[in-house]
């Protein structure tokens, strides 16, 4: 369970927690929630107890865009290299935005962590793309 300053939250919902306050006392509340289900546009956060408002505050959901990106790594293998031994390439692909991604080798559909066993040149294209960036490594 959750704990603010020693004392234990209980989740109600997924809009809402409970604790207990020692009255009489000050206590300072500090919390986070999630944001990826707001919409852009203007917000109002109350802060209430007993129906007597404590605080407000406009807040502007504004979406953000990520510029970078995403980065693929491949282990496994090497640029160029040649080897009478199979391979077998390793694709991570990381970014902050969700993405799509796509690997081929030699032109057909490839999945990370397969061996190449066949001897002769051969092409790993890893394509991964999100709503404002494309990477590619090939």
Do not use: C, W
Not at 26 to 52: C, E, M, N, R, Y
Not at 120 to 132: E, K, N, Y
């Amino acid at each position: 369970m959750p704990r603010i300053g020693g004392t234990t939250l209980t989740q109600l919902d997924m809009q809402s927690q409970s604790l207990t306050l020692a009255a009489g006392h000050s206590t300072t509340l500090t919390f986070s929630f999630a944001t990826a289900a707001l919409q852009p546009g203007s917000k109002l956060l109350v802060t209430q107890l007993d129906g007597i408002t404590y605080s407000t505050l406009m807040l502007e959901a504004v979406p953000v865009t990520d510029h970078e990106p995403p980065v693929i790594t491949v282990t496994g293998v090497s640029d160029l290299e040649l080897t009478n031994q199979s391979v077998t390439p390793v694709i991570t692909i990381t970014d902050a935005s969700a993405f799509t991604s796509s690997s081929l080798l030699d032109g057909q559909p490839f999945t990370s962590g397969t061996a190449i066993t066949a001897e002769g040149d051969h092409v790993l294209l890893v394509t991964a793309t999100t709503p404002s960036t494309t990477a590619v490594r090939r």
